[in-house]
């Protein structure tokens, strides 16, 4: 396992949708051969992960802060969270727990499960095999991200007429 941290949570430049990027703790590169984890996740788990990361507490508990309310008063402590598979462009993950008779391994989502993880707090971590089959580099991210950039500064600009012969 790798363990990570949360690198950001943006919109992908192409679908809008929220991606969380997460890359490694050790021996981290930087520059172009540095690699990330990207992980598409839905506008809630978004919001949750963004409120987490700045330490934001509402007046109502949110479903992650719930979730570790629970499993404390369960008697249970979260150990870690681990993206543990990909399966047909689907991530799972794991949430481990530890009670004072035995540990479990909860299926998640890794978008709650690192909601989670920020609130508990606990670590990140990524199977080997997860990363090397879906970590891209940096500079893949910031090359697809100026693609996009450029073709809408395109469309800000054409003229229906630079189309007609």
């Not at 992980?39 to 992960?49: C, H, L, M, R, Y």
């Not at 979260?78 to 009670?99: N, P």
């Not at 391994?105 to 920020?118: G, N, T």
């Not at 469309?155 to 630079?162: I, M, N, Q």
Request: glycine share 6%.
């Amino acid at each position: 396992m790798i363990e990570v941290r949360i690198a950001s949570v943006n919109a992908d430049a192409a679908s809008g949708q929220p991606v969380l990027l997460l890359k490694p703790l050790e021996h981290e590169v930087e520059g172009e051969d540095a690699r990330l984890l990207p992980i598409w996740i839905g506008q809630p788990e978004a919001s949750a992960i963004m409120l987490g990361l700045q330490g934001i507490d509402l007046p109502r508990p949110m479903t992650h802060d719930l979730l570790r309310e629970l499993i404390d008063q369960l008697g249970y402590v979260v150990l870690r969270v681990e993206v543990t598979r990909l399966d047909s462009g689907t991530y799972f993950a794991a949430i481990i727990v530890r009670g004072e008779e035995r540990m479990l391994a909860i299926d998640a989502r890794p978008s709650d499960a690192v909601a989670l993880a920020i609130r508990v707090p606990c670590g990140i971590f990524v199977a080997e095999d997860v990363w090397e089959a879906a970590a891209v580099t940096v500079q893949a991210v910031d090359d697809a991200e100026e693609e996009v950039e450029r073709f809408r500064e395109f469309l800000d600009h054409v003229d229906p007429s630079d189309f007609t012969g």
